[in-house]
Structure formats: structure tokens, C-alpha cells
């Protein structure tokens, strides 16, 4: 009988065959759509992920007594000296360093910090409550993207595959644009357990030119398609993908890893006649390259990545993340020590975030897109070591939502007096991640998978829907 490993070392050549083969015969995509759990509000998610966690009370969370106590000691719960001592300190309180104005008829209160996207508040679904686990960099940016933070487990995007499959069976149903290589690093767009073919699909990484987030080498300049699909049926001819596959089957076990190979040749193929105009943002027209800040230096790189996300989004990608990230330990929002340095990473993205739900509702994509904005948590009210800067707040902070079915306009929660601590209507991860599972027709209590003996999900055992943002 022919086993797995020898059958892997002799057609080893012949995997684009199989590809092939399946195609050819009508092989089921395993990333083909499925039927949601309820009607779903959003098809899809674009996921702006803010690493290293803007200030909250600097951008969208008002607080008046900052301003009035500024410079004053007063004895805080820190979470980081808690955990070395058990106990608090005296901080000294910062006020916010951008003038905060209402915005908009909902009259959201937004600071200059964010000029674009302050006059987008109307869209907006703010969150002020949020909480998280893990004060830490790493932990808290697994939790927000596993629900864990420490344990191996599949990211969102992936759960999010799993459950919907793509609107496009051309293209990946999950990708992350410019992820990052640390604080989770692949993690936090991997599939653990789940079935390989639901990871997700990487353009770029961080630290490197967005101009060059594509999928490298997807045609082939020294042959002909029609050239390449006379090769693939001479390989088809070497391997007999029947015979191969009754082996496996009457072996009684189904082989993930083989075909996780032959669907990843599957996607690729089609990828080469598909990826390409996706992927090119030139083509569009320079008042939407204008729109996304393209033409300004500042914005040039986070705006193509933007702009790239809304093509995904556009042709039938299921959930797409845009980070604004490096391959640092000290993420891009990161300011212990120099608070004023968040005004250079505003400016990055500022107007490519406020062009990207322009664009989105001019082409009434938002109808049915959920955007997805924040980091893994906040900052503090208080200047880290009474210095310029503040430190990691995972127990009060602000994310917003935008489009398909979130209340536009609204503000929901609060943090307390100095927007330390989450007090209103708190909302954990665990809920966000419910709630956003809930727009896509996902109830994320039935979402599960079978591994080791028990059944698994994002929200693990927790979480609950926060209906009070649905429309």
C-alpha cells in the first residue's frame, strides 16, 4: 500500500496536476460561500488595526477633567505597577496634547489629532468601554486577534473563513495587508487548528513599501498561459489523481496536509488571472488616488493600503486587516516617552482612513462592509514616569465601527472621569468579537470546531452581543 510519506516524496512535481484534476472534474472549493447561521447585515470586514494603541483621550474619548487637573499627583490602579508590587501609584495627570471639538450632527466629540476622520464621525459607531486582557504588548494583540493570550489558537479572519467561505472563489477569503512579524507575528493571521486553507493570504509585511504588498511571482514571463496549461497537462500525465486519492480514502484516513497542498495550487491557479487587476491600484482614477492621499508622502503608503483593501473588499475578499504596524517590540502607537510622535502616525493615516469610508459609501460598498477600527488597547491619563509620554491601558479604552448594520452617529459606553478605567456598559473583547461574528450572520456560541476532544470557538466560553450598536 502506498503511504503518505512516499506518496509525497515521488509527486512531489505533480501537486499542479492534482490542482488541476480536481478543477477539471468539479472538486468542491473548500472556500466556497455557506449559509450564514441568520441573515447577515455585513458580507464582509476591513479590520484597521492601530498596533501599539492610540490614546483614546487624545483622539475620541473627551475628557474635561484632564484638562482641569492637568499636572496634579494623584494615586492610580497602574496595571504594570500592580503587577510588580501589587499595588498603585501617584501619577501625574496629562492632559490631552489636540484641542477636542463636537463634530458633526451627532455632535461626537473628536480631536485634532485626526482632522479627516473627525469629519467622518457621522459614520462612526464609537465604543468607549472597551477592556481587554493583557497589559502587554504581545498578549493583548494575540487576545485581539485570537481571543487568547497565550494559547494556539486560529485568528479572527480565520474563523471568519471557516464560517462564510469567500463571496470570490478566485481570490482568498481572508487577507492581511502589511502584517507584522512580531507581538504574535504569524499567529495572529494563522489557523491553528482550523483547516489550513483558511489562513490568511499576506501582501507585503511591515516595514516594507506597500507598492510592493503583492503575491509575488503569480505570472510567469517566460511562458505563454497557453504554454503553462500544456505543462500542467504533462504533469497531469505523470500522476493519476484518482488512484492517488482512492489510496487515501481506502487508507480510511482523509490526509489535511495533502490536500491543503493541492487547494493552495487551486487558488494559485486561478490567483494568476485574478490577483493582478485586484491587486493594481494604478488604475484607478487619480481623484480616488487623491481621496486615499496617495499623492502626499505622508500618506502614500498606509493610503495604497487602503485603497487595496477596498478593491478586496469590492471583489468578494470576507475579511481583510490593514496594519498600521512594524517588526518592532515598540509598535508604531507606542509613545512612553514621546506622546507628541503620535501626530506623525495620525498624518500616515488620517486621510487614507476617511477617504477609504468616502469611497466605500460613494460606491455602497458600506451598506454591506463593516469597518473595524482600533488597537489592542488604550493609553493611560497620566504621563508614564511623569515623563512626556503614556503607558498600555487594556482596562478602559475606544474602538469604532463603521457600515453594515452599527448605529452611524452613536457612542456607546464610558470610561470614567479620567478614561482610565471602562464603567458604562463595558465591553470586552470577547463582545466585540461576538458582536462583529453577529453582522456576519455568525453566532459565535455555534461557530465551533472539534480539536483534542472538545469544541472550540473565538469567544471561547465567553462574550455576548452588544445589541445596543445594531441598527
Known amino acids: 500500500m502506498l503511504d503518505r510519506r512516499h506518496f509525497l516524496q515521488t509527486t512531489a512535481c505533480g501537486f499542479g496536476s492534482l490542482a488541476l484534476a480536481a478543477m477539471a472534474q468539479g472538486a468542491p472549493n473548500p472556500l466556497a460561500a455557506r449559509h450564514t447561521h441568520f441573515p447577515a447585515k455585513a458580507k464582509r470586514v476591513i479590520f484597521l488595526f492601530m498596533a501599539g494603541g492610540v490614546s483614546h483621550v487624545d483622539s475620541f474619548d473627551y475628557k474635561p477633567r484632564l484638562i482641569r487637573d492637568n499636572g496634579k499627583m494623584m494615586e492610580f490602579e497602574d496595571q504594570r505597577a500592580i503587577a510588580k508590587t501589587g499595588m498603585g501609584a501617584a501619577q501625574r495627570i496629562m492632559q490631552p496634547l489636540w484641542e477636542f471639538k463636537q463634530q458633526g450632527e451627532s455632535g461626537r466629540w473628536a480631536s485634532s489629532l485626526f482632522p479627516h476622520m473627525s469629519q467622518k464621525v457621522d459614520e462612526m459607531c464609537f465604543v468607549h468601554s472597551m477592556h481587554t486582557e493583557g497589559v502587554a504588548h504581545g498578549p493583548a494583540t494575540l487576545f485581539l486577534h485570537t481571543g487568547t493570550t497565550n494559547f494556539i489558537r486560529p485568528s479572527m479572519g480565520s474563523w471568519i473563513s471557516y464560517g462564510l467561505g469567500t463571496e470570490n472563489e478566485n481570490l482568498p477569503s481572508f487577507v492581511s495587508i502589511s502584517p507584522s512579524l512580531s507581538n504574535g507575528g504569524p499567529r495572529n493571521y494563522g489557523t491553528a487548528f482550523l483547516p489550513a486553507v483558511h489562513q490568511g493570504t499576506t501582501l507585503g509585511r511591515a516595514g516594507l513599501p506597500a507598492r510592493d504588498a503583492t503575491i509575488r511571482n503569480l505570472r510567469n514571463p517566460l511562458l505563454t498561459p497557453e504554454q503553462q496549461g500544456r505543462q500542467f497537462d504533462l504533469l497531469r500525465s505523470i500522476n493519476d489523481e484518482q488512484m492517488r486519492r482512492a489510496t487515501s480514502l481506502a487508507q480510511g484516513q482523509a490526509d489535511a496536509e495533502l490536500d491543503a497542498v493541492i487547494n493552495s495550487y487551486e487558488l494559485a491557479w486561478r490567483l494568476q488571472t485574478n490577483a493582478p487587476d485586484t491587486l493594481d491600484v494604478t488604475s484607478e482614477s487619480p481623484a480616488t488616488l487623491d ?179 445594531l441598527t
Open 291 to 469: 481621496l486615499y492621499g496617495i499623492n502626499e508622502k505622508v500618506s502614500e503608503n498606509f493610503g495604497r493600503q487602503c485603497l487595496m483593501a477596498r478593491k478586496l473588499a469590492e471583489s468578494g475578499v470576507r475579511y481583510i486587516q490593514v496594519n498600521y504596524t512594524d517588526n518592532s517590540n515598540n509598535p508604531a502607537w507606542d509613545q512612553h516617552s514621546n506622546l507628541p510622535k503620535h501626530a506623525d502616525h495620525a498624518a500616515a493615516v488620517d486621510k487614507p482612513i476617511a477617504g477609504l469610508l468616502a469611497d466605500l459609501k460613494q460606491r455602497g460598498l458600506l451598506e454591506d462592509t463593516l469597518v473595524w477600527w482600533g488597537g489592542e488597547f488604550g493609553r493611560t491619563p497620566y504621563a508614564e514616569r511623569n515623563g512626556t509620554g503614556r503607558d498600555h491601558n487594556p482596562v478602559g479604552f475606544t474602538q469604532w465601527l463603521a457600515g453594515a448594520g452599527v448605529k452611524p452617529g452613536y457612542a456607546h459606553g464610558a470610561t470614567d472621569d479620567f478614561g482610565h478605567f471602562a464603567v458604562q456598559d463595558k465591553v470586552h473583547m470577547h463582545d466585540m468579537h461576538a458582536t462583529i461574528l453577529h453582522l456576519l450572520g455568525l453566532d459565535h456560541e455555534k461557530l465551533t470546531f472539534r480539536y483534542a476532544g472538545r469544541d472550540f470557538r473565538l469567544t471561547d466560553v465567553h462574550g455576548h452581543v452588544v445589541k445596543e450598536l
